[in-house]
T-cell receptor
Framework: GNSVTQMEGPVTLSEEAFLTINCTYT??????LFWYVQYPGEGLQLLLK?????DKGSNKGFEATYRKETTSFHLEKGSVQVSDSAVYFC????????????FGKGTTLSVSS | NAGVTQTPKFRVLKTGQSMTLLCAQD?????MYWYRQDPGMGLRLIHY???????AKGEVPDGYNVSRLKKQNFLLGLESAAPSQTSVYFC?????????????FGSGTRLTVV
């Protein structure tokens, strides 16, 4: 079945450092890929998404490119801020409309000033 | 504001008690989902619904029941709560029409079973 594997945390960075959170997936067909962010005490917010191979999703300085050849969707940001401290979830949905999201286990990011 | 609303936000239950979590969406979405979030486990699908009157099991359905009597509401029931059901529960719905394809999540219900 479909699955998502993302790097385990926690990831601890200093402000303005470069961030990469790895995410790989296993899926049949052509899934859509997502990154969600959860700030402390809050629900999940969509950070970015990509619906087909080679698409790049971007938002708030974060980027991720849908790589079908390596089955990856790594999250990157060139310069993190303290306010980026949160839990990040990689997720996929199958290529049939309405299929449920399958999540990775989440990566905790902590940024210090 | 349009979106997904979960009630209650917090609840403490004693082992063996029952309760119902309500998820309501006003976006006319067909598909709705219930997840639980546990530390180090990500979000796991409990049950889902592809339309009014239909429900199906997800990855971790045991101990839960659901109903979708109205399109806008998706209810999650615990008939006899157990400490293993202590978790944060999230509801989501999805718009599958047009270019605004995306899932909308509620703010969660934190349930503690003692």
């Amino acid at each position: 079945g479909n699955s998502v594997t993302q790097m385990e945390g926690p990831v601890t960075l200093s402000e303005e450092a470069f961030l990469t959170i790895n995410c790989t997936y296993t899926a049949t067909g052509y899934p859509s890929l997502f990154w969600y962010v959860q700030y402390p005490g809050e629900g999940l917010q969509l950070l970015l998404k990509a619906t087909k191979a080679d698409d790049k999703g971007s938002n708030k300085g974060f980027e991720a490119t849908y790589r079908k050849e390596t089955t990856s969707f790594h999250l990157e940001k060139g310069s993190v801020q303290v306010s980026d401290s949160a839990v990040y979830f990689c997720a996929l949905s199958g290529d049939q409309a309405g299929t449920a999201l399958i999540f990775g286990k989440g990566t905790t990011l902590s940024v210090s000033s | 504001n349009a979106g997904v609303t979960q009630t209650p936000k917090f609840r403490v239950l004693k082992t063996g008690q029952s309760m119902t979590l309500l998820c309501a969406q006003d976006m006319n979405h067909e598909y709705m989902y219930w997840y639980r979030q546990d530390p180090g486990m990500g979000l796991r699908l409990i049950h889902y619904s592809v339309g009014e009157g239909t429900t199906a099991k997800g990855e971790v359905p045991d101990g839960y029941n659901v109903s979708r009597l109205k399109k806008q509401n998706f209810l999650l029931g615990l008939e006899s709560a157990a400490p293993s059901q202590t978790s944060v529960y999230f509801c989501a719905s999805i718009n599958t029409i047009g270019t605004n394809y995306g899932y909308t999540f509620g703010s969660g219900t934190r349930l503690t079973v003692v």
